[in-house]
């Protein structure tokens, strides 16, 4: 398909386990961003690249929680030693051009991973 | 920082009611205003937007307008219908451009 696309859709793991949640974004989208949406809660954002260029990453909530996109393209973000609190749906978003001031260009984002963490 | 803060649901309204959903925010600068929805089981869908004061934004009979006198954004329709039950999130973009900031949801739930 042409959309974003999350994977896997949904992942359960024992608390202490890594996990990694991977992002392939619309073929030639320039930005890509991650959010976290609790339950019943609007999305917050986690970071945002550009190509492969983490240029955000502040709203990431500890270090045990690591993005990269090494060739400008998918996307993985990686959970270490998961905690309870870190059950939610992470989304991902693209769009295609770089961002900035002037530029308005939506992002598109995927049907998200949803984690839980027992 | 920039915050948004729209009406709790979930609002439940019959078939053809006439729809509002209130949506203020806070930012600096001028930033520009999104309404994104979520359909059970589906990813966020972009809705409509507006990128500056006045203008009006629509799509599918919804319709919004940036206040800047008012910091507002709300969501209207004319008529509901049963389609149109889901979660109705509104968002702003930094000055940036690099991230979204959205409001807690609003729930739709459209009865026939």
């Known amino acids: 398909g042409a959309g974003v696309s999350q994977s896997p859709r949904y992942k359960v793991a024992k608390r202490g386990q890594d996990v990694a949640l991977r992002c392939d974004p619309i073929?030639?989208?320039?930005?890509l961003f991650w959010y976290q949406q609790a339950l019943g809660q609007g999305p917050e954002f986690l970071t945002y690249f550009q190509n492969e260029a983490q240029l955000d990453k502040s709203g990431l909530p500890s270090d045990r929680f690591f993005a990269e996109r090494p060739e400008g393209s998918v996307s993985t973000l990686k959970i270490q030693r998961t905690q309870q609190e870190d059950s939610a749906v992470y989304l991902c978003?693209?769009?295609?051009?770089?961002?900035?001031?002037?530029?308005?260009?939506?992002?598109?984002f995927g049907d998200g991973t949803r984690l839980s963490i027992l | 920082g920039n915050s948004v803060t729209q009406m709790e649901g979930p609002v439940t309204l019959s078939e053809e009611a006439f729809l509002t959903i209130n949506c203020t925010y806070t930012a600096t600068g001028y930033p520009s205003l999104f309404w994104y929805v979520q359909y059970p089981g589906e990813g966020l869908q972009l809705l409509l937007k507006?990128?500056?004061?006045?203008d009006k934004g629509s799509n599918k009979g919804f319709e919004a307008t940036y206040r800047k006198e008012t910091t507002s954004f709300h969501l209207e329709k004319g008529s509901v219908q049963v389609s149109d039950s889901a979660v109705y999130f509104c968002?702003?973009?930094?000055?940036?451009?690099?991230?979204?900031?959205f409001g807690g949801g609003t729930r739709l739930m459209v009865k026939p």
């Open positions: 978003a693209s769009s295609l051009a770089r961002t900035g001031r002037n530029s308005n260009q939506p992002q598109h």
């Open positions: 968002a702003l973009l930094n000055n940036a451009g690099n991230m979204l900031t």
């Open positions: 507006a990128t500056k004061a006045d």
């Open positions: 073929s030639g989208h320039v930005s």
